[in-house]
């Protein structure tokens, strides 16, 4: 078992994880601001992003890009620094840090060569929209970005059919389309859904209704969006595939469900909170 202290006990440096607006400035805390003035440097999604969020707020801090392409590179590097006695802010290009967006990875780093981190509580569209929907709030299950391709979305989207929870997606506006029409044909057009779009923002908008009636949102996308679906009645249907098994069992089972290998991994590594490579090392047999 591992025992966080206080960072002030530490003698390594500090990962702190600072969320950052969604949309409206005014949404950033004072403590944000503190934290991303005090620190040595900065982890940012996307530098030039940040630095207008910087340079809003007068915060001079030094910089390094962290993204999901650079994630190996930047790790042991960003952990050397911290091991030195470096004080390090990540951020992400809006929200929280982790959730559907870079910082997974360098947590579990740091934590496991036991540096302390330091998280923030601050913006997140996912409960921003949960509490404005109208929809039952708890219990709910968030998941994210979809896989992109039509057949996986069906395939993950099935698993979820009759989960007796609100569920909370993220899409992009070109992809919104395609992802209510095929939402609509997994759940039924009768289900209850919310799509909300641009929040926090002037344009900030909530459509409530059926997935059937919801296909109208998707004429004229713009902004980011959140989709939130009703509970489903709880039973699971005789023939859903059970999580059980070893790694590699559970990755073949939801590939012989119809999800592509690399779908299927990343389904599995969600499901036990695990990183994508692990569980890709594991499935092929790479040590």
Known sequence: MQVQKSFAQHDTGTLFLVPTPIGNLDDMTVRAIDTLRSVDLI?????????????HFDIETRQISFHEHN?????????????????????????????????????????QAGIPVVPLPGPNAGLTALIASGLAPQPFTFYGFLPRKVTEQA?????WVHHPTTLIFYEAPHRLGKTLTTMAQVFGDERQAVVARELTKKFEEFNRGTLG?????????????????????????????????????????????????????????????????????EFHDIH
């Open 43 to 55: 982890a940012a999604e996307d530098t030039r992003h940040t630095g207008q969020l910087l340079s």
């Open 71 to 111: 994630t190996q590179q930047r790790i042991p590097e960003l952990l050397e620094k911290l091991r030195a006695g470096t004080n390090i802010a990540q951020v992400s290009d809006a929200g929280m840090p982790s959730i559907s967006d870079p910082g997974t990875e360098l947590v579990a780093a740091a934590t």
């Open 155 to 159: 395939a993950t989207l099935t698993n």
């Open 213 to 281: 009636e919801l296909q109208a949102v998707a004429a004229n996308p713009r902004g980011e969006y959140v989709i939130l679906i009703a509970p489903g009645d709880g039973q699971l249907p005789v023939s859903a595939p059970q999580a059980t098994g070893t790694v590699t069992e559970q990755v073949q089972a939801a590939i012989d469900g119809g999800l592509a290998p690399n779908a299927a991994i990343k389904q599995v590594a969600k499901r036990l909170g695990r990183t994508r490579q692990s569980v890709y090392n």
